[in-house]
């Protein structure tokens, strides 16, 4: 199982990237491979604020389709465009190409709250 240590990580298996006051998102490794095969991302939040625990977006697989779940509260300035024509980049590089949003932090102390990959290691039975 691929848990980079310099990333945060959320019980709902999103993974971050802070840089500054902006944070990159997307889902782990461990939720693309329970998922299986990835056929459709869906982020239509783009320019809005968000609240950590709402849902951004949608990630549809074969047999299901799973909200996404904002790690912190901010404001989506990107969405992974690669994705609508290439889902599968969430099961074939889910910490690289497979990023799905970018997000102007609105607290950057609030990433002290996220998860450190031992702790979400914890969490999926690592």
Known sequence: M???????YT???EWVRIDGNVA???IT???QRELGDIVYVEIETEGDEVEEGEVFGTVEAVKTVS???????GTISEVNEALEGE?????TDPYG????IKIEVADE????NLLSADEYAEVIGQ
Do not use: I, R, Y
């Not at 691929?2 to 945060?8: D, G």
């Open 2 to 8: 691929n848990l980079p240590k310099e990333l945060k």
């Open 29 to 31: 490794d461990f939720a």
């Open 97 to 100: 190409q497979g990023w799905m």
């Open 109 to 112: 102390s609030a990433a002290d």
């Open 67 to 73: 909200d996404l779940f904002m790690p912190l509260s």
């Open 24 to 26: 990159t998102v997307g």
């Open 11 to 13: 019980k709902d298996h």
């Open 87 to 91: 889902p599968e980049l969430v099961n």
